[in-house]
C-alpha cells in the first residue's frame, strides 16, 4: 500500500483565488509528522509547512495552511490567493517516528500550475 | 552559504566509472540526508547521518552505493561502478535537529545533483 497518495497528478487555479491539494496518508504508527515541500523547475526543494500528528491545531504558514484530518488521514495543502510563483511541483511527505525514524516518505506530487 | 550546497549541479559519466556528489549544509545542522528523485516521482531515500555516523543506511540500493560525513558537516555519497539506471537527481538535506517531533526537525533540501550515466 502506497504511505502517502497524492491523487492529483496536476492542477490548475485563477490567481489570486484559492487551491487545495489533496494528500492521505497510511500509517499505523501512533506518532509521525507530515510535510509539505514545493519543487520549482529549478529543483530544489522547498520546505512548506509541518504538522505534527499530536498537533490539535491546523498548521499555517503565511499563504499556506493544513487540513489536517486525523480520522480520514488526510493532510490537505490550502494555499489562498495563489500567485503565478506558486506555479510548481508540490510533494507531500511523512515521517513515522517509529516504523522509519529518519527517513521522509514522498508522494507522487502534484503540478500546480496558476493562470494569470 | 545560507543554503545547503550540492556540487556539481550536473554529472555526466560513463557507465562503469566511479562518481562522487559532494553536499555541504546548513552551518549547525547536525543532521543529513541523502535522497534520490527519478523523474516523474517524489524523492526516495538513502541514508541519513546524525554527526558523523550514519544512523540510517536502510536506503542505500546496494553496495556500489557509500556515504561518508568524516568531520560531521560535509558529506560526500560515492557511487561505484555506475549503472544507466543510476541516472537521477542526487538531493541532499539537513535540519538542525535530529527526526522527530516538533520544530527543528524540518529538512532543507539543496538544488540536487543531476547524475546522468551513459
Known amino acids: 500500500a502506497q504511505k502517502i497518495t497524492q491523487t492529483q497528478p496536476g492542477m490548475f487555479v485563477q490567481e489570486k483565488e484559492a487551491v487545495t491539494l489533496d494528500c492521505t496518508y497510511d500509517?499505523?504508527?501512533?506518532?509521525?509528522?507530515l510535510f509539505w515541500y514545493k519543487q520549482p523547475s529549478s529543483g530544489e526543494m522547498i520546505f512548506l509547512i509541518y504538522q505534527g500528528s499530536y498537533d490539535e491545531q491546523n498548521a499555517t504558514e503565511g499563504r499556506y495552511s493544513l487540513n489536517f484530518q486525523k480520522a480520514r488521514k488526510s493532510a490537505n495543502l490550502v494555499i489562498s490567493a495563489s500567485q503565478l510563483g506558486d506555479s510548481a511541483m508540490y510533494f507531500c511527505?511523512?515521517?513515522?517516528?517509529?516504523?522509519?525514524?529518519?527517513?521522509?516518505?514522498f508522494g507522487e506530487g502534484t503540478q500546480l500550475t496558476v493562470n494569470p | 552559504g545560507a543554503g545547503v550546497s550540492q556540487t556539481p549541479s550536473n554529472k555526466v559519466t560513463e557507465k562503469g566509472k566511479y562518481v562522487e556528489l559532494r553536499c555541504d549544509p546548513i552551518s549547525g545542522h547536525t543532521a543529513l540526508y541523502w535522497y534520490r528523485q527519478s523523474l516523474g516521482q517524489g524523492p526516495e531515500f538513502l541514508i541519513y547521518f546524525q554527526g558523523t555516523g550514519a544512523a540510517d543506511d536502510s536506503g542505500l540500493p546496494n553496495d556500489r552505493f557509500f556515504a561518508v560525513r568524516p568531520e560531521g558537516s560535509v558529506s560526500t555519497l560515492k557511487i561505484q561502478r555506475t549503472e544507466r539506471g543510476d541516472s537521477a537527481v542526487y538531493l541532499c538535506a539537513s535540519s538542525l535537529n535530529p527526526p522527530g517531533e516538533g520544530r527543528g526537525t524540518e529538512a532543507f533540501f539543496g538544488q540536487g545533483t543531476r547524475l546522468t550515466v551513459v
Open positions: 500509517t499505523s504508527d501512533q506518532s509521525y509528522g
Open positions: 511527505a511523512m515521517r513515522e517516528r517509529e516504523t522509519s525514524g529518519s527517513r521522509l516518505t
